[in-house]
């Protein structure tokens, strides 16, 4: 079998096309012509994929009552309070700096219910970004177990998971995050991009590598059960 986490990024080094960033001049117009209403209306047509964000990155010892609507209403709030200092500096598109901000207060969350738990989660992924305390990992195999085992199965779903987990951590933590970016949150390749801090053309190669080894992944799981 072929370990396509071990191909070196030679799309990453040759790649000469920077990752994008920056807002749009145009959105940016717009923001500071009637801001509430264009941030309102931003954050309406990607409220689902806002959703996908928080229901896949929510720790499973606080699902049963954290409700994702209350999560995002809170992000709402705070990116109003905060759109004075993003056309300050206008550092990454409107999306990915919702998305930002959505994910902080996740991230809040998470703190207000765990409180020292925290920091005993186990391994914790951030990329440049706010540390959810359920790895990618464990995020991207319950979603799968899910997927594939009836909602009755419960224990066998649990442990279909923890199997899945532990072999998905064989990917690179970059694999494992533009796999969740891109199937679970809904993502472009181009908006996966801005969030990883590579190429479009990167982020392009590195979903079809990490796509093939999630392939090998599952493969050698059926085979060996």
Same mark, same amino acid.
């Given at each position: /079998?072929? #370990?396509t986490?071990?191909?070196p990024?030679?799309?990453?080094?040759?790649?000469?096309?920077?990752p994008?960033?920056g807002? +749009?001049?145009?959105?940016?117009?717009?923001?500071? +012509?009637d801001g509430?209403q @264009?941030?309102? #209306?931003?954050?309406?047509?990607?409220?689902e994929?806002?959703?996908?964000?928080v229901?896949?990155?929510?720790d499973?010892?606080?699902?049963a009552?954290?409700?994702? #609507?209350? @999560?995002?209403?809170?992000?709402?709030v705070?990116?109003?309070?905060?759109?004075?200092h993003?056309?300050?500096q206008? =550092?990454?598109?409107?999306?990915?700096?919702?998305?930002?901000?959505v994910?902080?207060t996740?991230?809040d @969350?998470?703190?207000r219910?765990l409180?020292?738990? /925290?920091?005993s989660?186990?391994?914790?992924?951030?990329?440049?970004?706010?540390?959810?305390?359920?790895?990618?990992?464990? %995020?991207?195999?319950?979603?799968?177990?899910l997927?594939q085992?009836?909602p009755?199965g419960?224990? /066998?779903? #649990?442990?279909a998971?923890? %199997?899945?987990?532990?072999a998905i951590?064989q /990917?690179s933590?970059? =694999?494992?995050?533009t796999i969740?970016?891109?199937?679970?949150?809904?993502?472009?390749n181009?908006?996966?991009?801005?969030?990883l801090g590579?190429s479009v053309?990167?982020?392009?190669?590195?979903? @079809?590598r990490?796509? %093939?080894?999630l392939r090998e992944?599952?493969?050698?799981?059926?085979?060996?059960?």
């Amino acid at each position: /079998m072929t #370990d396509t986490n071990s191909i070196p990024d030679s799309d990453e080094s040759a790649a000469d096309d920077a990752p994008p960033s920056g807002a +749009d001049p145009e959105v940016l117009q717009r923001l500071r +012509d009637d801001g509430e209403q @264009v941030l309102a #209306d931003t954050f309406a047509a990607n409220r689902e994929r806002f959703w996908y964000l928080v229901t896949f990155r929510l720790d499973r010892r606080i699902a049963a009552r954290v409700d994702a #609507d209350d @999560v995002l209403q809170e992000a709402y709030v705070a990116a109003t309070k905060r759109l004075p200092h993003y056309l300050k500096q206008p =550092d990454f598109s409107l999306f990915v700096w919702l998305r930002l901000i959505v994910s902080q207060t996740l991230i809040d @969350v998470h703190r207000r219910h765990l409180g020292a738990e /925290m920091r005993s989660a186990g391994r914790e992924i951030s990329l440049g970004g706010p540390k959810f305390p359920e790895s990618t990992s464990v %995020s991207l195999a319950g979603q799968i177990a899910l997927s594939q085992t009836s909602p009755s199965g419960a224990a /066998m779903r #649990d442990e279909a998971a923890a %199997s899945l987990a532990t072999a998905i951590e064989q /990917m690179s933590e970059l =694999d494992q995050e533009t796999i969740a970016l891109r199937h679970f949150e809904g993502l472009t390749n181009t908006e996966a991009a801005e969030v990883l801090g590579i190429s479009v053309t990167a982020a392009s190669n590195r979903y @079809v590598r990490a796509l %093939s080894r999630l392939r090998e992944i599952l493969e050698q799981i059926e085979s060996d059960s």
